[in-house]
Nanobody
Framework: QLQASGGGLVQAGGSLRLSCAAS????????IGWFRQAPGKERAFVAA????????KYADSVKGRFAISRDNALNTVYLQMNNLKRDDTGVYYC?????????????????WGQGTLVTVSS
């Protein structure tokens, strides 16, 4: 089970840190990804990392502003979001791809958390 948290209302230029905690399973060789769904739009890739190797990938729109990291002891992945923009508004989901290869397509991720809402105001 994946539990995403940390969303909220923030002004443009502000920061938030999202957390994705896994219970009942270890991440192992998996890839942990973050996706977001803006109002009226399809769910889109934001960032992902391999749990073991620490490799990461980011959507162009968030490069330089977002950072994905992990805490092995807490079995938790974080998404630090800085310099937030109104376009970053949406429901953020974390997901697991057991393959170990970083992908950016939803179908590659088998396990999904419930989502946490991020609202960026101007």
């Amino acid at each position: 089970q994946l539990q995403a948290s940390g969303g909220g209302l923030v002004q443009a230029g502000g920061s938030l840190r999202l957390s994705c905690a896994a219970s009942g399973r270890a991440f192992g060789n998996s890839v942990i990804g973050w996706f977001r769904q803006a109002p009226g739009k399809e769910r889109a890739f934001v960032a992902a990392m391999t749990w073991r190797g620490g490799s990461s990938k980011y959507a162009d729109s968030v490069k330089g502003r977002f950072a994905i990291s992990r805490d092995n002891a807490l079995n938790t992945v974080y998404l630090q979001m800085n310099n937030l923009k109104r376009d970053d508004t949406g429901v953020y989901y974390c997901a697991i791809d057991p393959s170990g290869r970083i992908g950016i397509q939803q179908w590659e991720y088998l396990y999904w958390g419930q989502g946490t809402l991020v609202t960026v105001s101007s």
